[in-house]
């Protein structure tokens, strides 16, 4: 009798501990649901012209450089002008429908340099982002150093 007891309460047990880890699932939303930026730069959108994993690598007191990406969802070629704090002029890339236009400093990728930096690793920097049909968004940017896997994101790097 005690045995049969004891099976009923394993048997109790495991059907709750069964229903409290289902709840979990059902409490909670699936984080590949939510919108997130899921690396160390943040995105923006500039009408059809979406900006991925922007970030500026670089050291307080010297040149800095935007890392990330552009991608042109629209059905037409789309411009985008990106202005950074201490830049001597905004720099203008063209993004064909369908593409993707990647910032950075290897040979492939556009320079969008960031002048004398004056925040340093760890801060936030303030970039532009305009288009003639998405309009203007100023977005803070992550400041990293160049160093790990940004060690060759340099504007000196090409």
């Not at 930026?37 to 991925?52: E, F, N, T, Y």
């Not at 629209?74 to 002029?89: F, H, L, W, Y």
């Not at 004398?116 to 400041?143: D, F, H, M, Y």
């Amino acid at each position: 009798m005690m045995r049969l007891r004891r099976q009923g309460v394993r048997a109790l047990a495991l059907a709750a501990a069964v229903s409290a880890l289902s709840a979990c699932s059902f409490f909670s939303q699936t984080t590949t649901d939510l919108e997130y930026d899921p690396s160390d730069g943040i995105s923006a959108s500039v009408g059809d012209v979406l900006a991925r994993n922007l970030l500026v690598v670089g050291h307080e007191g010297s040149e800095g450089l935007v890392s990330g990406a552009l991608v042109n969802t629209g059905s037409s070629d789309a411009t985008v002008t990106i202005s950074a704090p201490g830049s001597p002029q905004p720099v203008q890339i063209s993004v064909s429908p369908g593409q993707l236009v990647s910032l950075g400093a290897d040979a492939d990728q556009r320079n969008v340099v960031v002048g004398n930096l004056k925040q340093p690793a760890g801060s936030l920097v303030k970039l532009t982002l305009s288009s003639p049909r998405g309009g203007e968004v100023t977005v803070n940017v992550p400041v990293l150093a160049p160093q790990n896997a940004y060690a060759t994101v340099t504007p000196t790097a090409n």
